[in-house]
């Protein structure tokens, strides 16, 4: 992100799919035909699992200086019995900035 002046973003993560009521942070997998069971998609912002469908501070973005968002994704088992499977997900991140 560039930005023309100093702002402070705010970032809000979102997915259709639901989530996983055990797994803070975890994403449920795209339901269709032949999807893996037991597996979620896990999702940390800077390190920090996220809170799902609120927005949160991320850090001040400076004017003229390229910033970053550090996400980091990986599957995560949710059950002690996993079946393979397709295992996408589908997570929509929303930046806004004050």
């Keep these: 992100m560039l930005c023309d002046q100093d702002v402070q973003p705010e970032m809000m993560i979102a997915s259709a799919n639901g989530y996983e009521p055990n797994f803070p942070g975890v994403i449920k997998l795209t339901p269709e ?57 589908v997570a929509t991140i929303t930046v806004a900035y004050k």
């Design 33 to 89: 035909n032949g999807v893996a069971t037991g597996v979620g998609v896990r999702m940390l912002f800077n390190g920090q699992i996220p809170v799902f469908g609120q927005y949160m501070n991320t850090f001040t973005a400076y004017a003229n200086i390229r910033s970053q968002y550090p996400f980091s994704v990986s599957y995560e088992q949710t059950s002690s019995e996993v079946t393979p499977g397709t295992a996408n997900a």
